[in-house]
């Protein structure tokens, strides 16, 4: 059975650091733009960072400059590293994959979620 497992977060002060890693695995041909959502209380899950298959990038403008998301494609993983951690990036944080499964059916799939609390 397919799945997303995602660990890392936790409660960290402004200004420091976290990493977020996210693991696919079950009945995957292929995978292709994976991303990181997050989502916070009373608001509506924002993309915060995307990495194509073949390595493109792109970010939210709140987080450029201080996260970077990364994918190993060997190990089917994507890592969310975010620096200089603000209040305002609290959040749930979600990864996504978009993957071809051997049976050539597609799917979005989506990561447990892991919170990431920033103190001021």
């Known amino acids: 059975q397919m799945k997303l497992v995602q660990s890392g977060g936790g409660l960290v002060q402004s200004g420091g650091s976290l990493t977020l890693s996210c693991v696919a695995s079950g009945g995957i041909f292929s995978l292709h733009t994976m991303s990181w959502y997050r989502q916070s209380a009373g608001k509506a899950r924002e993309l915060v960072a995307t990495?194509?298959?073949?390595?493109?990038?792109n970010y939210e403008n709140s987080v450029k400059g201080r996260f970077l998301i990364a994918r190993d494609n060997a190990k089917q993983t994507t890592t969310l590293q975010m620096k200089n951690l603000r209040p305002e990036d609290t959040a749930v944080y979600y990864c996504s994959a978009d993957i071809t499964f051997s049976s050539n059916a597609q799917q979005r799939a989506w990561g447990q979620g892991t919170q990431v609390t920033v103190s001021s």
């Open positions: 990495i194509s298959s073949g390595d493109y990038t």
